[in-house]
């Protein structure tokens, strides 16, 4: 019985001396833990404050990107503050170049966390609801830090689960956005120029890449089956993926630069380690004809037969010309004037409809017109011109841009007036008919064929 005792009591005492090693390792295990943590935020802190420059943020928000991506540029200090700039295309005037300064913390809260603590008209902007969106824009300021590296802090949205990155500044927040503004126009110049595809060839394979500067959405694919749609954020030198794109071959894409100079086709260069030398390049089509080869006396070919002596003369900046010739009446004496876009990229011309002036009192339209539905008054629907590629008997063949709401085989004019002052209101074609012959209303008239030297 004693010896039963003696091993009971011996148990428990083993027991009991696991039981306090247990709580002495739990208690040291939870005071390191919580010392990395505080040793993690001070070398964040420590990196945020250490740029000169301070810091460019590619910010997403909503949880499938769909807004695109958006630049800030912050600056940390010491004392928890920072300064905050946003992208010149989120102000009123881009000029401004607003400085925001609140607050920010490093904190522990289901890990490493950076927050923006006090309101920032800036930093919360995507974040903050308003009378027509309750959500806002389902933006972060608060971000889980997942690694800090001296030139880069790799984040994630507490939101929305976005992967997120701030990069260290080589030059000032300022400088930054104005270059960055720059690369935005510019990107919304190319592709309204046409510049809408570029291709890259890796391997065996050739992919296609094709961004939407107002959407700031991007996809690379390859039309067998390889299709990566990406949000993009713009850069001061190009664009930057939400995430890389692996090509194979060891390509990985992430970052692009831009190279667009006058006189050349733009192209997006990666800057990937391991990727550099992939470049995607706009491809121009076969009949691709350079701005001037449109300028000069031509004839505008109907449906009929008929046809109506007009000049296309070009502007300074190579992007445009002024049509003349077309007129309602046969002495010519109310001649109106049409702005014929050139489109760089496809070395096309594109006839679009547009107000041309007023006769008899009324707002004359120049509108697409489809021989089976009527008028198409869409402000995007029009005529693209483009080269026969045939030397001997040069013309230029006028079809359906694919922008309207009809496929347009030709031009007709719309007689409106104002109402209210405010409105523009169709009440049916002019006077004449079809535009530009007068005395026809055949719906061959309106059909517009092509154009051909004079």
Same mark, same amino acid.
């Given at each position: 019985?004693?010896? +039963?005792?003696?091993i ?6 083993a027991?009991?001396?696991l039981? &306090? ?6 208690k ?17 802190? &420590?990196?945020?404050?250490?740029s000169t420059?301070g *810091? ?8 499938n990107q +769909? ?5 800030y ?5 010491d004392?928890l ?5 946003i ?6 005037? #881009?000029?401004?170049y607003? $400085?925001?300064?609140s607050?920010?913390n ?6 490493? $966390?950076?927050?923006?603590? /006090? =309101? ?11 009378? =027509? @969106?309750?959500? %806002?824009?389902?933006g ?29 500044l080589?030059?000032e927040?300022?400088? =930054?956005?104005a ?10 110049d ?8 570029? @291709? ?18 991007a996809?690379?694919?390859?039309g067998?089956?390889?299709d990566?749609?990406?949000?993009f ?29 006058? %006189?050349?086709? #733009? ?10 030398? $992939?470049?995607?390049k706009?491809?121009? #089509?076969?009949n691709?004809?350079?701005? @001037?080869?449109?300028?000069?006396? *031509? ?15 070009p ?8 049509? /003349?010739?077309? +007129? ?8 109106? /004037? ?10 096309r ?7 041309v ?12 017109w489809?021989?089976?539905?009527? =008028?198409?008054?869409?402000? @995007? &629907? %029009?005529?693209? %011109?483009? *080269? ?8 230029i ?9 009809t ?11 104002l ?15 079809? *535009?530009?012959?007068t005395?026809y ?14």
């Amino acid at each position: 019985m004693k010896n +039963s005792i003696k091993i009971t009591i011996a148990a428990l005492s083993a027991i009991l001396s696991l039981a &306090s090693c247990q709580k002495e390792e739990a208690k040291l295990f939870d005071s390191s833990s919580s010392a990395r943590m505080t040793e993690y935020l001070a070398n964040a802190k &420590s990196v945020l404050t250490a740029s000169t420059y301070g *810091w460019v943020f590619d910010y997403y928000p909503e949880a499938n990107q +769909s807004y695109g991506g958006w630049t800030y540029t912050l600056d940390f200090d010491d004392s928890l503050n920072t300064k905050v700039m946003i992208e010149p295309t989120m102000l009123s005037d #881009p000029e401004s170049y607003l $400085v925001a300064e609140s607050t920010y913390n490093l904190i522990a809260d289901d890990g490493p $966390v950076l927050t923006f603590d /006090t =309101y920032n008209d800036l930093m919360h902007f995507f974040a903050t609801p308003d009378a =027509y @969106n309750y959500q %806002g824009y389902e933006g972060d300021y608060e971000f889980i830090i997942l690694d800090v590296e001296s030139d880069k802090i790799t984040l994630k949205g507490k939101r929305t689960g976005n992967s997120m990155y701030l990069f260290k500044l080589g030059k000032e927040m300022k400088e =930054y956005l104005a270059d960055q503004y720059e690369i935005v126009q510019t990107c919304e110049d190319m592709v309204d120029f046409g510049y809408d595809i570029f @291709n890259a060839t890796v391997g065996d394979s050739t992919y296609y890449l094709t961004i939407d500067p107002s959407g700031r959405q991007a996809e690379i694919y390859t039309g067998n089956g390889f299709d990566e749609p990406r949000a993009f954020v713009f850069t001061d030198k190009g664009i930057r993926l939400y995430q890389s794109v692996d090509l194979g071959d060891g390509k990985e894409v992430f970052d692009f630069t831009l190279s667009y100079t006058e %006189g050349s086709d #733009p192209e997006f260069h990666c800057t990937d380690e391991g990727a550099t030398d $992939v470049v995607f390049k706009f491809q121009r #089509p076969e009949n691709h004809l350079d701005f @001037n080869s449109f300028a000069g006396n *031509w004839f505008l070919n109907f449906g009929d037969g008929q046809k109506v002596a007009i000049t296309l003369t070009p502007n300074e900046d190579g992007d445009a010309f002024t049509m /003349t010739g077309l +007129s309602l009446s046969e002495s010519g004496e109310d001649n109106y /004037t049409v702005d014929v876009k050139y489109s760089k990229a496809k070395g096309r011309i594109e006839i679009r409809s547009q107000i041309v002036g007023e006769y008899d009192g009324y707002i004359e339209s120049l509108v697409g017109w489809d021989g089976e539905s009527g =008028y198409d008054v869409n402000r @995007n &629907s %029009g005529l693209a %011109g483009e *080269w026969n590629m045939d030397s001997s008997n040069p013309a230029i063949i006028l079809s359906d841009l694919g922008t309207g709401s009809t496929t347009v085989t030709g031009l007709a004019l719309y007689e409106t007036y104002l109402f209210w002052g405010a409105f523009l209101i169709d009440i049916g074609p002019a006077d004449t008919s079809l *535009w530009p012959v007068t005395g026809y209303t055949s719906s061959e008239i309106a059909k517009c064929t092509s154009l051909t030297r004079n």
